[in-house]
C-alpha cells in the first residue's frame, strides 16, 4: 500500500482545531499521519502519570476520516522532569557538559535509568495502541544523532572491548600499542577518545556508538514488540549518509528502513537522492518508507531557499521510484513557538493552507491513482555499489588529501551508472552479491577474508568488478593489511597490487587507447603482476614516480572481469570508463532518454512491471518508448512517445 | 556647551608628569577630561583603604587650565583583590569557566557581592567629587558586554520568569513547550540558553540580561545621586549596534546617552556613522556625548590601519551634527604597558605629540569656534526609522538566509533618505510617533497590538508608513501570531498579507511602472485584500511561485499612506523607490548639495537653525547656497556658494 | 663523521623480522638508527619492571651490521599506568580538561611526580646503554610542544615571579598593572592566561614555559650525564620555526642542537628551508643533526602530496650544506596502527622497500662517499640575521596588520641575501656580532640597552646593519619604550626616529633615486634627526600623513653603516635593495650561479673549503666554475663547468 502523509502534532493545538486539520488533510489526500514522537511531556506530564486519551481521540478522528496512524516512541525528546530528577540521563560533551533540556537526542544511550523510563512509556503507549486497527507502524525515537562521552559510558566502552578482546594481550597486539607507548594494562585506562586518537580505539568507538544506539533501540523493540497486533511494523527514521554509527547493525531489529529526505539549501540533486534512497533501501534490502520530507524549504541551512514550484513531485516521485512506500511531510503545520518556527508545512501559521499545499494536494491525487499499481513492486537493482561504515570511518579520520571525501567518491561511480538509467543497489560490503552484473567497491578501505572471498566468488561466478583506489588497505582493526592494497586474495583476483597511493596537489594526467583525462585529489600506481592483465591506462608526465605507471588495469577471471582503478578520475573520463565496463557488462537501461529523464522501473513478483518517468528538468521533454504503453497517472494509451512537462511524471506499463 | 576631550589616566604616571600633559590638553583645545573609570586598583588598593586624593588633584589641576573632569566608576575592572576573595564575583561562561583577572566586564551582573562593592566605591566617589564644580558628569562602568552563565544567573533568570508569567502554565503556553516535550513543571528545570534554544527562552533570556544590567546600574545610580550637585548627569558609553541587551530599557535611568564611535578596519561610512548617531540620540530622544573616538587608529581590529589625515575632523563633525554635544578622544596616551599598546593616541610613548595631535588640535580650535553657537541646539528629525532589539534578536536567532541582517537591512532604509540630506531620527518602536512626515519599519518582526495601533493612528493622522520584509511576524513572546504578516491590524492597514516568504539562492527580477530592478536575498509574495490597494512591483520570472506576484504595494488611507515592500530591493531600485516615496511625503533637503556632502542641521529652542555641511570626499567640493549666510569657523559671510576642502566643514547660519 | 639513518622502532615487530629490516637498512647505506623514544611501555611495562633486554639486542644487532645508534628519552609518551596512577601528571588544557593518554607530550612538565618516573627511566637506560659504544648520542623527550594550564603551573608560575621581581610592586610597575585596575596586591591573585592579556604577563607566561621545559629537560640531563661514556652527546629533536618556547634557552644544556624537517603539503622551499637549518645551526652556533626528516610524504597535513622523485636528495643535501652533520628519516616503517599509518617511510606495510627506498639508497651512497671529506667542516656565516622569541612573541601577540608576521618577515629579508649565495648565520639577537659583516635585525621589536650598545659596537666596528620596520619598540617587560622607535641608543645611530607607523590597508608607493616600489603591510614614517642621514626613499601619496615622508634612510658611522627601513617593500624593490646593500658591504659570492642553484661552502679548521652545489630546479642546469676543481660524488675533474641534472648535486673543492 502507498501511503502520503505528514507529521502531525494535536498536542500543539486546541482540540477544536483538529477536524479542521483533519479536512483539510483528506483535501491535499493524506492517508496516513505520524503522532506522537514528540510527546512525551504531554503523554506523561509527571512520572507515571499518564495521559493518552487525547491521542486516542487524534487517532480516531483521523481514522474516522480515512487516515491511519503511525506512532513515534517519544525518547528524543525527554520531559523536563525526567532529566531534572535523573541528570545522568543527559548526555555529556567532550567538554564535560551536560546536554541541556530543550534539545533532540540530548540522552545518553547508555544511561539504564533513561532505558526504563523509555521502556515504560514505550509499553504503556504500546499497551494502549499496540492493537488499535488504525495505527500501521511505530517509530523508535527520532533520528538518532548523539555522541557520550560521560563516564558511564566510558565503562560501558571498556566493557565492549572486553567482550571482544577478552585480553589486554589481544588488544594491545591488534591497536599496534607499541606504537607511541599506547600500551593498556588495565581497562580502566582506556580513553573515550576526543578528537583524533588511536585508528583502531577510534574504530571500536565507533561499534561501541553502535552497539549503544542498538542497545537502546532494543529495550524499546521488546517493550513493543508483545503488544502490536499481527503486520504492524516497528522502523526509525535515518538520517540518509549520517555516519554517527553503522546503519547496517541498527537496521537489523528494524522491521523496515525509514529515512527523513531533506534539500536543505539549492535544489534537489538526481543523482544524490537517488543514491541515498537507495542506500536506504539497502539496509534491509526492501522498500523503506520517506518518513519525513520537505514541504518547500527547511530552517536549519544557512540559506533556507523555497524548493521550485512543482520540484517537491519530483522530490516525492523519485523516492517511490527507488522504493518508497510511503511520502510522508514534515511537518503538517508549525506551532507557534518551538525552534522550527520557520521550517515549511502545508498549513501556515494562520491555519491555512500555504502556497506549497497545492503542490502536495496534486501528489496526493497522482498517489491515489497508482497506489494499487505499485502496491507490491520494487526496485531491483542490477548493479551493487558497496558501502562500508567501517571504511568510511577509517578514511574520513585519515583522508591524507582533505578533499578526499568517501560518499563523494562513491557518488563518484554511482553518477554515471544512474545517469544510464541502470538500476543500482547500494549494499553493505557484506551483503549476498550474487545477483549482481556489476559490483562497484568503491574505496573499500576495510578488508577481510569474508570480504575478499565473497568478491572472488563473484568474479569467479562471471560478474564484473571494480576495485577503485584505497580498497583493502586495512584490516577489521583498522590496521594496515601486512600486504599491499589491495590486499593479497584481491591482489591475486586482480592481477595487480599498488606499489604506491599518492594524494595529488594537482590533476596528472591519465591516457589510454580509449581514456584520456586526469586522475584529481588521489593516484595509486599500479605493479602489474600477471600477464593476464592489460593496462587501459597510464599516468602521464608528473612527480617522477608517476610518469607512465599503470593507473587503470583490467583483467578477465572465469568469465568474470576486474577492473582496478588507481585513478580518480575527472568526470568526463569517469562517464567514458563507466560506458565500457557497462556496455561490457552488458547492462543497458529499459529504453532511451533524454539526459534530465530518469526511468524508474518497479517490479511485483507477479511479473508485472512498472516504469516510473521523471522528468527532473525545468523543461518540457519528449521520450520514444520501444512499446505501446499506458500511463497511469491520466490514464491514457501512449503510444511512440510520452511528453513530460516541467518536472513531469509518468507512470507506465507496457500493454 | 559643546565639548572637546580625551580619557586621561593620571594613574599611569608620575605625577610630576601631570603638568605637561595638561599643557598639551590645552594647546590642543581640550575642555573635558575622562578620568578614573579603570583606577578601582588605584582607589581602593586594599578592601574599604580608599586614596582619592591622587584623583582630587587631577582634578584640581585640570580644574586650573579650564578643563573640567567626567568620573568612571570604575566597576568594569575590579581590582584583584576584590575576585579573588570573592571568586563568585567573576562571570561564568559557558564552558563553566570562571572569567579571568585581567580583563573589562568580567564581574557577574547579578552578584550580590558584586553589587556591595560597586555601591561602595560609587559612593565613596560620590562622596568626594559629588559637589565638585569641576565634575560636570558621571559614567557608570564601561561597555557593558558580558553575558554571564553561572547558577546564581540562573535562579535569578527563574525569578525573573516568576515575575514575567506567574504560572508555568503561562510559561509552557507562550512558549509552545509541547513542542519537542519541553513543558517545564519546575522553574527550576528551565536552562540558561548554551547556543540555539526555544525562541521564547531565547528572548526571555536577552529580557533577562538587559534587567541584569539595569539592577546593576542602578545600584550604581542611587549611590551617586544623592551626592550629585544640581545639574550634573550620569550616562554610560554604550557601544553603537551592540546588541546583547536593550538599550532603550537600559537609558531609562540614565540623563543622557553617551557612545564609543570607533571605525576599527578601513575608513569612515557615510550612512553608517550616521545612523549610530542617531541611534544613540534615539536612546533618550535628546543630544548625546560621543565618549569615545578613535585618535587615528585602533588596535583590536584584524587590520588596524589609520585614518586619513584630516578624516578625523570629518568624524567628530558628524557626531556634532547628528547631535553630540561632547567629542572625546580615547586616549590621550597610551601606559606603557596593558592590552592597548598599539591604540591611538595624541601623545606617544615619548609624551611628544603624535602626527595626529595637529588633527585634533584644529578640531579644537573649530569647537571652540562654534562653541556658543551650537549651544541649545538639537537636530529635529523629519522621517523616523524604527528600531527593536527584540525584532533584531528573533531575526538574528532565525535568520533563514544567513546573509540577511537585521541592522544591514535597516540601513538599506537609512541610507538612501540620508543621502537626500534629510534628518532621521532613529527611535524605538514604542516610541511615540506623532512628530514623523515619514516612518520606516524595517523588519519589525515583533508585533503587538500597542505598536500596530501607533501605527495606524499614525497613517490615519496623515503620516507616511513603510512596511518592509519580515515585519509583524511574532508576537511579544516570539511566537508565530496567529495571523499572516504583517499581523491583523496591519494586514487591514495595508490592504495586503504575507502569502509565503522565500529566503532567495538568487535575485528575483522586480518590475513595476517606475521601479525595476531585483530582489535579493528575501522575496516575499503578497495577496491583496483591498481594492484600495495599488501595486508597485511584482515579481518576475523565477522559482514559479513568486512569478508574476506583487511585491511592492501601496495603499492611502485618511490622508496617510502605507507601503508594504515585501522585496530586498538591490540599491538602485531601492534609491528609486526612496525618492518616490519621499517626494510624496514632500520631504526634501534644506537645499541641495553635491553627493558626498551632507548637510546637518541643528535647531535651537529660540528658532535658532545652524547648518553643518560635510564634506566626505577627500576632494574639493563646492555647495550652492539658496540664501547668504555667515560661516562660523572662519567668520566669513558667504554668497552663493561654500567652497568645501577635502574633508572640509561649514558652520553656516542664515542672514 | 656525517651520518645517514632512520628512526626504527624494533618493539613494533616480531623480533625474526629484525635481521630483514637491518639488511635493507645497509642496502639503503644507513649508519645510525633513532631508537626508544617511544617505547617506554614496552621499556617499563609496569612500574619499575624494566624490560631492556630487547633493545640490546637490537643495538647489538645494529652494531654487528655497522648501524650505530641514538637513543631517545621515552618521555613523550608516558605509559598508561603512569599516567592512570598519577593523573596530575598530564597536562590540562585551557578549558580544564586533562589530555588523554594516547598522545605525545600530553604530561604536565612541571609535575613533580612526573619528574621522578623520568629521571628514574632516563637513568635506567643510561646505566644500562650509557657506556655500550654503538650509543653515540642521547635524545631527551621528543618535539616539546605542549602548554598546560594546571593549578601546580599556577603555583609554579607564582614562584617564577617572585624569582623575577622580587616584590609585587615591581612587577605591577613593570607591567604597568594601573591600566585597567590590573594591580596584584597578592601573588595568588595572577592568573595563567588564556587567550590575550597583559603584554607583561604573556610575556613572562612564555618565559616560564620555557623555564619549566628547561627543568624537566635538565632532570633528564642529570640523569644521563654521569653514566655516559665521553663523547657521547645529549640533544632534543626541535621543530624549526615552533615558537612555543625560547629555543636559546633550551638549547643552552644540550650539547648539540637537533630538528625534525618536514615540507608537508606542497614542495620544498630553498629559502624557508634554508633558514630553518641556519635557525638551528644558531642555537648552539655550530653544526646540528637532522634527527627526523620526510620520507615522501607526511600524513598529518591537510594535503599530504609526494615529494617530486629526486626531491628528497635536494632536502638532505641542502640541509648538509647548511651544517647539518646527519639526515635521518622518519620512519623506516609505519606499524600496523598508530595514529600515522599514512605517513611515509623507507619500507611499506608489507616489509619491502617503498618507491622512495631507492632516492634514500641513491642518497646513502652519496653519503658515504663525501663523509671523510666533510669530517669536520661546518658553513660559516658572514651575514647574521638576528632572531628573538620575544619580539616575535610580543608581534604575535600585536599584529596590528593581520597579515604581518615576524616569520614571514625574517625571510622577507633572508630569502634575497640567500639567493645571493651569501652565506647567513640565524642567530639570538643576544649572541656575538662581531663575526659579520652584515647584520640585519628584521622586526627586533623587543630592545635593552645591552642589545642596543651591542649593534652600535658593530656598527662602531665597521659593520653594516639594516634596522627594520618594527624594531625598538619595547623593552624586556614588553612595556613601550619611552623614547620612539628605534629606541635612544639605536635612533641616535640610525640618525632618525620614527614618527608614527602605519597598518596599511593598501599597499603605498616608495620612491627614491634607485629604488621604486611599493610599501605593503607596514609603513613607518621616520623622522629624520642628523644631517649625515640619506633618504633612500620616501613614501609617495598615500594617506595624507605618509606622502613625501622619509621610508627608508641610511648614513655612515665611524666605517660602519645603518639602515633604517620603515617600509615592508615589496618583493622587488626589496631584491633591488638587498643587492645594494651587499655590494656596498662588499659582500659576494664564491662565484656565479645560475637562479634555482645554491652554493652552500663548508669549511674545515685545516682550512678545507668544500662546495655544495645544489640545483634546486627540476631542469638540468650548468654552473660555470673560477677554477678547476674535483667533484666528489662521481670522483671526477672538473674544468670550466660542472652539469647538474633536475635536483642535481655536486659537491667540489678547488684543485
Known amino acids: 500500500m502507498l501511503h502520503f502523509g505528514a507529521a502531525y502534532y494535536p498536542e500543539h493545538w486546541p482540540e477544536d482545531r483538529w477536524p479542521e486539520d483533519i479536512r483539510l488533510m483528506k483535501e491535499a489526500g493524506i492517508t496516513v499521519a505520524r503522532l506522537a514522537e514528540f510527546a512525551w511531556s504531554t503523554m506523561e506530564p509527571a512520572e507515571e502519570q499518564f495521559e493518552l486519551d487525547w491521542l486516542d481521540r487524534a487517532i480516531s478522528l483521523l481514522a474516522e476520516n480515512g487516515i491511519v496512524s503511525v506512532l513515534g516512541t517519544p525518547t528524543a525528546a525527554p520531559p523536563a522532569w525526567l532529566t531534572h530528577k535523573h541528570p545522568y540521563t543527559l548526555a555529556v560533551d567532550d567538554y564535560g557538559r551536560s546536554a541541556q533540556h530543550g534539545n533532540r537526542c540530548h ?131 535515518f538520517m540518509g549518509w549520517f555516519d554517527a554509527f553503522d546503519h547496517y547493525a541498527l537496521t537489523e531489529a528494524l522491521d523496515i528502513a525509514a529515512w527523513d529526505c531533506y534539500v536543505g539549501a539549492g535544489y534537489h540533486d538526481r543523482s544524490k537522492q537517488a543514491a541515498a534512497h537507495d542506500l536506504t533501501r539497502g539496509f534491509k534490502r526492501k522498500n523503506f518508507w520517506l518518513m519525513e520530507t520537505q514541504p518547500g524549504c527547511v530552517n536549519w541551512s544557512s540559506l533556507n531557499n523555497m524548493l521550485n514550484q512543482g520540484e517537491a513531485r519530483v522530490l516525492a516521485w523519485q523516492a517511490i521510484g527507488h522504493g518508497a512506500d510511503a511520502v510522508l511531510y514534515w511537518q503538517w503545520r508549525s506551532a507557534y513557538g518551538g525552534q522550527e518556527q520557520y521550517h515549511g508545512s502545508l498549513v501556515d501559521q494562520s491555519g491555512r493552507p500555504r502556497l506549497f499545499f497545492e503542490d502536495a494536494r496534486r501528489l496526493g491525487q497522482d498517489l491515489a491513482a497508482v497506489a494499487d499499481l505499485l502496491d507490491g513492486t520494487e526496485p531491483l537493482g542490477q548493479v551493487a555499489v558497496l558501502n562500508d561504515y567501517e571504511s568510511r570511518w577509517s578514511i574520513q579520520w585519515q583522508r591524507h588529501h582533505n578533499d578526499f571525501d568517501y560518499v563523494s567518491h562513491l557518488f563518484h561511480y554511482y553518477r554515471p551508472i544512474s545517469e544510464h538509467n541502470i538500476p543500482i543497489d547500494v549494499i553493505s560490503a557484506d551483503a549476498p552479491l550474487s545477483d549482481y552484473r556489476l559490483i562497484v567497491a568503491p574505496a573499500l578501505n576495510i578488508m ?208
Open 107 to 237: 540522552y545518553c544511550a547508555n544511561s539504564t535509568e533513561y532505558h526504563a523510563h523509555s521502556r515504560r512509556i514505550a509499553e504503556v503507549m504500546a499497551r494502549r495502541f499496540g492493537s488499535n486497527p488504525h495505527v500501521i507502524g511505530w517509530q523508535i525515537d527520532n533520528e538518532y544523532n548523539r555522541v557520550c562521552y560521560c563516564s558511564r559510558c566510558r565503562a560501558r566502552f571498556h566493557e565492549f572491548l572486553q567482550a571482544r578482546y577478552r585480553t589486554l594481550d589481544a588488544l594491545n597486539a591488534r591497536w599496534s600499542t607499541a606504537y607511541w607507548s599506547q600500551t593498556y594494562s588495565d581497562w580502566e585506562q582506556i580513553p573515550l577518545p576526543i578528537g583524533g586518537h588511536n585508528p583502531g580505539l577510534l574504530l571500536d568507538f565507533r561499534r561501541f556508538i553502535t552497539d549503544s544506539y542498538r542497545r537502546f533501540q532494543r529495550v524499546q523493540i521488546e517493550a513493543l514488540r508483545p503488544h502490536l497486533r499481527e503486520g504492524v511494523w516497528i522502523t526509525h527514521n
Open 448 to 655: 577481510d577474508e569474508q570480504r575478499a572471498a565473497a568478491l572472488v566468488d563473484f568474479v569467479n561466478g562471471g560478474g564484473h568488478l571494480i576495485l577503485t583506489a584505497r580498497c583493502g588497505m586495512k584490516d577489521r582493526d583498522n590496521a594496515l593489511l601486512p600486504s599491499r592494497q589491495p590486499g593479497s586474495m584481491l591482489s591475486e583476483l586482480a592481477g595487480v597490487e599498488v606499489a604506491e597511493y599518492y594524494a595529488l596537489d594537482k590533476p596528472v594526467p591519465v591516457q589510454g587507447d580509449w581514456l584520456q583525462g586526469q586522475s584529481r585529489l588521489w593516484a595509486e600506481q599500479l605493479n602489474i603482476l600477471d600477464k593476464t592483465v592489460s593496462t587501459i591506462a597510464r599516468y602521464g608526465k608528473s612527480n617522477g614516480w608517476l610518469d607512465d605507471q599503470p593507473a587503470v588495469t583490467v583483467t578477465n577471471r572465469n568469465g568474470g572481469r576486474v577492473y582496478y582503478v588507481g585513478a580518480y578520475l575527472d568526470d568526463n573520463a569517469q562517464d567514458v570508463f563507466i560506458e565500457h565496463v557497462l556496455k561490457a557488462a552488458q547492462l543497458a537501461p529499459p529504453f532511451d532518454a533524454p539526459a534530465g529523464v530518469e526511468i524508474c522501473p518497479r517490479s511485483g513478483a507477479d511479473g508485472r512491471l512498472v516504469y516510473i518517468l521523471i522528468n527532473h528538468e525545468r523543461a518540457h521533454q519528449i521520450v520514444s518508448l520501444p512499446w505501446a504503453a499506458q500511463e497511469h497517472l491520466t490514464g491514457q494509451r501512449v503510444d511512440g512517445t510520452v511528453a513530460l512537462d516541467a518536472y513531469g511524471i509518468a507512470v507506465l506499463t507496457q500493454v
